[in-house]
């Protein structure tokens, strides 16, 4: 196809674009001067500098404006969103973009606007039928496993809350329900994906967010329907929607309001300082408990040495020696197994506390315990070692006052055929028979004397 070359006339103006916004300027300048615009505020921002922009809308159309700083520090109330107001200005254009502004210099309020109206009905509508009762709020698990997020999936809401997820509680297992949170489909989408959350059950809590925005971007979340939802859910919701300053009604209705998506992140997963002093708790009653146990075993078996005392023969000293070194061999395995069964504990716990603790804390508290399982089981030890000397100690001494031993030194015990013991020779007769026992066996002998002892 052929090009057909372009002409422009000798009486055609032909204008830079900054020309031509100069002269659109102009031009707007000079054919309203200040005018009089009546509109509710949307998407107002604060500079740094103390100038205000934000947009005039009504139900068909909105119109940018800017309002420096000399100007507002005049205006007696603090403008916001949603709010109906009178404005005079002067139309221009901000050169730089192209953009058709009004610059404002005087602001009066004339009521609240359309949105806010509508939010305080429902808002009174769903007090009176009770769905903001603190009686209907379920509590939040102490300790989720699994933690679904309602919101948008390319929002920066969700990755605010997964990097607080990520960095205090690593076990739990998350779920994103992928919803739109701003225009006319957020609200139906809102209440399908909090619908489907509550079919699958497969989490343990939600948390219903989005970040900051206008009143018109928050809009779905004051939507009736979506309250209703948030109501009906048996999962329990925390609800994070906007920045501190927002308020919806899906946060009076929700379980628990969190003032952003990080906060309510940091709501749902547990307090790291609270799991230290649990996990403290339970090295301390662990430690007792081996203790108490190694003092109660050591009482049972001096309890045992004091009854081998009582029983001085030399076979029953064998076998309550022999039922000591088993007692003490059982008990080296009780508190073996005890200490294995803390190492296998702590090792778990350990195991937990690295995914929400610092591990150079964890590492040191776990050698700390070893040291004292170690020092733990050389006191065991020891007293064993001191238990077996003692016995030792009273064996002999009880060998020391034995009669065998007393018969191994020339001594004898003599008896009648009837097993009494002759200590007088009184209790015998001429021509009786004796038994007389010595250290390597018995005698018979017969009385062939009796006479008394000499002097």
């Known amino acids: ?39 509710e505020i949307s998407n107002l921002m604060r500079a740094r500098t103390g100038h205000l922009y934000f947009s005039l809308k009504d139900s068909r159309s909105q119109l940018r404006c800017a309002m420096f700083r000399n100007d507002n520090r005049r205006v007696q109330f603090e403008p916001t969103n949603g ?32 949105l806010q109206q509508q939010f305080e009905a429902t808002k009174k509508r769903l007090h009176a039928e009770g769905l903001f009762d603190e009686s209907h709020k379920k509590p939040l698990p102490p300790f989720p496993k699994s933690i679904g997020l309602v919101t948008s999936p390319t929002g920066a809401a969700l990755q605010d809350a997964l990097n607080v997820l990520r960095r205090r509680y690593r076990c739990a297992e998350l779920i994103v329900y992928p919803v739109t949170v701003q225009g006319k489909t957020a609200a139906p989408s809102i209440v399908k994906m909090l619908s489907i959350a509550n079919q699958r059950a497969e989490c343990d809590v939600l948390i219903l967010m989005r970040g900051g925005g206008s009143l018109e971007d928050l809009w779905a979340f004051n939507e009736e329907s979506v309250a209703r939802a948030v109501y009906a859910s048996e999962l329990p919701i925390i609800c994070g929607v906007g920045h501190e300053v927002d308020y919806s009604i899906a946060d009076m209705v929700a379980d628990v309001r969190a003032p952003t998506p990080s906060a309510a992140a940091e709501l749902v997963s547990p307090d790291q300082a609270k799991l230290q002093i649990a996990l403290n708790n339970v090295q301390q009653r662990l430690a007792r408990a081996v203790i108490q146990t190694g003092v109660e075993n050591s009482n049972y078996l001096q309890k045992l040495s004091r009854r081998l005392a009582n029983h001085h023969p030399s076979q029953r000293l064998r076998q309550r020696a022999q039922r000591c070194d088993e007692l003490d061999m059982r008990l080296q395995r009780a508190a073996q197994m005890s200490v294995n069964r803390a190492s296998s504990s702590i090792n778990q716990l350990q195991h937990r506390l690295r995914n929400v603790s610092p591990q150079r804390e964890v590492a040191r508290r776990f050698d700390r315990l070893m040291q004292l399982t170690s020092q733990l089981q050389n006191t065991f030890k020891g007293q064993f070692t001191a238990a077996k000397v003692r016995l030792a100690g009273d064996i002999r001494a009880l060998e020391t006052i034995s009669p065998l031993n007393t018969l191994a030194r020339g001594y004898a015990i003599v008896q009648t055929s009837d097993g009494e013991v002759i ?33």
Do not use: H
């Open 1 to 39: 196809m052929e090009q057909i070359p372009l002409t422009i006339d000798s009486e055609d103006t032909v204008y830079t674009v900054s020309d031509l916004n100069s002269e659109v300027k102009w031009l707007l300048d000079n054919q309203f001067g200040s005018v009089w615009v009546e509109g």
């Open 83 to 114: 709010q109906k107001i009178l404005c005079r200005g002067r139309l221009g254009i901000y050169e730089q973009r192209g953009d058709y502004q009004m610059v404002v210099d005087r602001m009066t309020e004339i009521g609240v606007g359309a």
């Open 423 to 455: 200590t007088s020779a009184t209790q015998v007769k001429k021509d009786q028979q004796i038994e007389v026992r010595v250290a390597s066996g018995e005698i018979g002998a017969k009385v062939n004397r009796i006479g008394k002892p000499p002097a």
